[in-house]
């Protein structure tokens, strides 16, 4: 069965500071993989996706994620965070070929220090 | 444009009410979501439509219903709902294999 796992339930970093929120995941093969923000009381945003190629992937807002096949794990990178960067942030993997199912794991909440 | 609407932005029911929620989506998007969000966890998937088509029901009990009348259009309508089912209501679209493009969702609170 597919799973994701964010083992940091809350990361604060300093504005200014770089940033790596990590993701790993359980899947077969290859999944499809995202990363998607929320601010409080909103829908979610997509930072990034994966589906195949290159295997870092750039994203909006400067963010950038690595797939590692080896270590089944895609994480998120910033070099320099802003203070709106606080958030919540999740990881999700979908099915290639199959259903429409996403696979959330249990987010990574964001603080940043002035 | 790139964007899924959903109304109402907040919603608050008594247990005997019978309220509707909607979403809308002007993208050709041919499958459409909803999601259950409670505070501090991920979205929980609920139901999927495609091209029209319940494709997938996640045991989601009978008071909620959902239609969709038109490619367009997602409705999910509510009925002798619970406290527990007080929840961010998301939905979302997208074309089949594709990344979801999420709506602001609906902040329903159920006395």
């Known amino acids: 069965a597919q799973s994701v796992t964010q083992p940091d339930i809350h990361i604060t970093v300093s504005e200014g500071a770089s940033l790596e929120l990590r993701c790993n995941y359980s899947?077969?093969?290859?999944?499809?993989l995202f990363w998607y923000v929320q601010s409080p009381g909103q829908g979610l945003q997509l930072l990034l996706k994966?589906?195949?190629?290159?295997?870092l992937v750039q994203g909006i807002k400067g963010f950038e994620a690595e797939f590692k096949r080896s270590q089944s794990s895609f994480n998120l990178r910033k070099p320099s965070v802003h203070w709106s960067d606080a958030a919540e942030y999740f990881c999700?993997?979908?099915?290639?070929?199959?259903?429409?199912?996403?696979?959330f794991g249990s987010g990574t909440r964001l603080l940043v220090r002035p | 444009d790139t964007e899924v609407t959903q109304t109402p932005k907040h919603l608050v029911m008594g247990m005997t009410n019978k309220k509707s929620l909607k979403c809308e989506q002007h993208?050709?998007?041919?499958?459409m979501y909803w999601y259950k969000q409670k505070a501090k966890k991920p979205p929980e998937l609920m139901f999927v439509?495609?091209?029209?088509?319940?494709?997938i029901n996640e045991s989601v009990p009978s008071r909620f219903s959902p239609e969709c009348p038109n490619s367009s259009l997602l409705n999910l309508h509510l009925h002798a709902l619970q406290p527990e089912d007080s929840a961010l209501y998301l939905c979302?679209?997208?074309?089949?294999?594709?990344?979801?493009?999420f709506g602001p969702g609906t902040r329903l609170t159920v006395t």
């Open positions: 979302a679209s997208s074309q089949p294999q594709d990344r979801q493009y």
């Open positions: 899947y077969g093969a290859t999944p499809y």
């Open positions: 994966y589906f195949s190629g290159d295997t």
């Open positions: 999700a993997v979908g099915a290639p070929h199959s259903s429409y199912k996403l696979i």
């Open positions: 993208m050709g998007h041919r499958a």
């Open positions: 439509y495609s091209y029209e088509k319940l494709s």
